[in-house]
């Protein structure tokens, strides 16, 4: 009987459905409200303003630098994460041995808290008594402090990030590559092909696809990402490092101006929204030449 | 045939095994530069978490410990109230993850299974709405549960927490539950089983190899979690060890310096339980990871 298939459905998925409604939907929608009112919450009666809080945001500094980090961080954090990824995908992929306790080791920096991470690398790059300053200054002899300067906690930043995500990636493709049969690398060995021209024409067009829906999905992932930002350097030195997601966790519980944070909040779901939606055109040209 | 490789074989050995030689050495040293770049932050809040604090802070830094110590685990220890955190950490995470797998697993069979108008939509409603990002939320999410006298609840956290990971486990779990024969559940169906016995006696056990590996999977995500129990969780009754880590790391009380000692030894303690996992479950996690992605 037909409604009993449908009450069926609706009771198995109003738990999960429901509470997806309850904590994303609802406060999505809600959002918009508050973005159009100055509520805090120690200061309760709550406002209309209407877009006074965006007329402020264009002209907020902190709103601005944190837009153009957040573009720079998450688009050099998932190319370098791709490229990295696929170079040790395809290095798992070749024959060694202890290949499967390299494989495991490979997903430890997946498997770590964020935090944790952060906290490994500000450490690793304090320029007194950090390892990395200290290898950099014995080798080029510039003694370095990471996390004080604005283009060098950008890049360590990047960096941390990079290190995090790129084990996953490596073993979301070479599980891709391992659908490949060994032929084919055998008969381009074989034809006298080297490591870089089977990379080339093998490993390369095969896992194209894989390569695009995860970048994709990282693009949007990161847009959102604050843990490690709020670890390492609290968006300093300055603005040189706050990220959209920082600044909106620094106007609504920082500064309490719930209004403003749900102003910000809006921009960054523009910023997703443009960026899936470019990324997806992208997606579609890539499928097509492929 | 036979004959002109022989004679190939003996005309130019020695080249084509220096090839093959270097060829392997290259790999094998790639392979050491990515274990070092991969391991090299584990190493250094390994050591620092047993070096004697005063040995830390020399310069130049000492890359082998020549003391062992455990004080800096007993100092973390008083520092925050460390077993309170840690048994909220398991709590939300085993907590979350059963709950989030429970409850994704119930849809997914309802994706999976029923036919009925509108389950592509509903199925694109889960996935997309990963895409909302979770910070972007936090200030209704903060409002509703203010009012609903829910902050500092534990099941409140469980219940977000399960919210943020059910999407990517449904994602996960509806294509599995497709590719398992329908015939047995058929069969239970014709013999007059009600939905819920259908479920827990035929379903269930197939498919609980797959929900073991995805509360696994949920269980390091929701330990890894700073962001909800940062916000949700201000007391010590509810307060995470990640949310301890962070205050340490933000602590102006602790002066100028970041307390490394006491930072090291508790990271050492959150990377245990979750370097267990991976090490008793690696094949399955990756595998199960890696579904969603290669299809």
Redesign the interface.
Known sequence: MVWQ??L??FL??L???G??L???????I??FR?SLTNYN?AFPPEKYIGLANMTRLVHDIGVSSSITFTIIYVVSSTLLQLAFGIA?AS?LN???RGRSV????????????????A??????Y?R????IS?LVARVTGVRIAWLSGFATARIAVIATNV?KST??LA??F???LQ?VPAELYEAARVDGAN?FQTFGSITLPLILP?AT??GL?ML??Q??S??LI??MT?GGPGFATSVL?YS??RA??GGLN?GY??AM??I??AV?LVA?GLALLLYRRVEVNY | MQTTSEAQRTYRPSGIRWQFVL??A???L??AI??F??????Y??FI?SITPKFQ??????R?FPREVTFENYLNMARAIPYVGYLSNSLIFAIGSSVVSVI??F??S???AR???RG?NV?FM??VL????????????????L?NAGLVNSRFALI??M???I??FT?WIMVPFIQQVPAEIEEAAVIDGAR?HQVLWHVVIPIVRPALATMVIINF?IA??E??YPL?FATSRLTKTL?VG??EM??DPSMGAG?P?DL??AL?VT??IP??L???FF?RL???W??RG??K
């Open positions: 298939r449908y069926a459905a198995l998925l738990p999960a459905a509470l997806r309850l904590t994303t939907l609802y406060p999505f809600e959002t508050l919450p040790v290095l070749s024959q060694f390299v494989r495991a080791i490979t997903l430890i920096p997946w498997a770590i808290p964020m935090v944790v991470a906290i490994g690398f500000s450490w690793l304090d007194d008594y950090g390892m200290d290190w084990p996953f073993l979301v070479l599980a891709a659908g490591r894989q829906t995860m999905f949007i992932w847009l959102a604050f843990d709020y670890t609290g997601a909106i966790y609504a519980f719930f944070a749900s909040g809006l960054l779901f997703v899936g | 060829d392997r290259l790999t094998y790639l392979v990515f274990l770049v991969v391991l090299l932050p584990f250094w809040i620092s830390m802070f020399s310069i130049p830094p890359y409850l994704s119930l849809a069979y309802a994706l029923i036919h009925f389950s509903v409603f889960f709405s990963i895409a909302v990002p979770q910070i972007g939320t936090l200030v209704p999410l903060f409002e509703m203010k219940g977000l399960a919210s943020l059910t999407p449904v939905l390091i330990w890894n700073l962001l916000v990640s880590l962070v790391a933000v970041r490394w930072m090291s990271s959150m990377i979750v370097l996992l991976v090490l690696q996690i990756i595998a990871l890696t992605a290669v």
